[in-house]
């Protein structure tokens, strides 16, 4: 490993507190070298090599759907539909589960917001929906690995100046036969993880999270 600088060390401190959640993206598209870019930065995060195993096969895919395509107007709806039936069957489920209910609350809030304003953020909203599939193995910890790829992939969005939002839903989407046909993805093999990105359509501030010394603790 070459030795890092100390301009090195403030550029990526500097990238790390200017990451943020973006939900608003102007209509200009970036390049497909600047797409190609945070995928690389992607394929670079950790995976579970021991999970697995010695597969010849790549552990991770990455399915870039461009906001006016053939299949972005395929994977709206259905991407909608399970969101409403995500909702649907968790209110049944709460029903008679006080203390899930008062849990879930602001979960049902954000999927009857969604069901609401008749689409999900982050799926058409943005020049890219990029979905990240990692391939299941044992034990289980694929969603883990994802969330190293789009950290790496959200950092590099943010060194390039786009803006960049995480779609959870789309997690929940891996078991959506006609979602993972559509993306050319194996049903049953992979779990997935999907975000936005585009140029944000409003600055926003650093991150502001609480001092390091209001968190930190060193026992003896
Ligand atoms: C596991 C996880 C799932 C998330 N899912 C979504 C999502 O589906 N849509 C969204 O807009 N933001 C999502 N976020 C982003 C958080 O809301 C956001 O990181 C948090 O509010 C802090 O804001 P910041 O990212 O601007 O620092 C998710 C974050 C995490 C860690």
């Known amino acids: 490993m070459t030795a890092k600088t100390d301009q090195d060390n403030a550029i990526l401190d500097r990238i790390i507190g200017e990451r943020r959640s973006h939900r608003k993206f102007t209509a ?3 390049t497909d070298e600047m797409i190609e870019s945070i995928v690389h ?10 999970a697995i195993g010695n597969s010849t096969d790549y552990f991770r895919r990455f ?3 461009r906001k006016e395509s053939k299949a972005m107007k395929a994977l709206i709806p259905l991407v909608f539909e399970e969101v409403v039936a995500m909702a649907s069957a968790l209110v049944r489920e709460t029903s008679h589960n006080a203390g899930l209910r008062s849990k879930a609350a602001g979960f049902i809030n954000r999927l009857a917001m969604i069901r609401n304003m008749g689409m999900v953020p982050g799926i058409g909203t943005a020049p890219f929906y990029i979905v990240v599939a990692e391939k299941k193995g044992f034990p289980p910890v694929e969603q883990q690995s994802l969330a190293h790829c789009m950290e790496n992939m959200w950092l590099k969005a943010t060194a390039l100046g786009l803006g960049f939002q995480l779609v959870s839903v789309t997690a ?4 959506n036969e006609q979602f993972c046909r559509i993306l050319g993805l194996e049903p049953g093999r992979w779990a997935l993880m999907g975000c936005a990105t585009g140029y944000p359509a ?9 001092s390091v010394e209001e968190v930190i603790t060193w026992p003896e």
Do not use: K
């Open 63 to 65: 399915v870039v759907v």
């Open 41 to 50: 930065a992607g394929l670079h995060a950790p995976f579970a090599a021991s």
């Open 202 to 210: 409003e600055p926003l501030s650093p991150s502001i999270r609480p």
């Open 28 to 30: 200009d598209i970036p």
């Open 172 to 175: 929940q989407m891996a078991v």
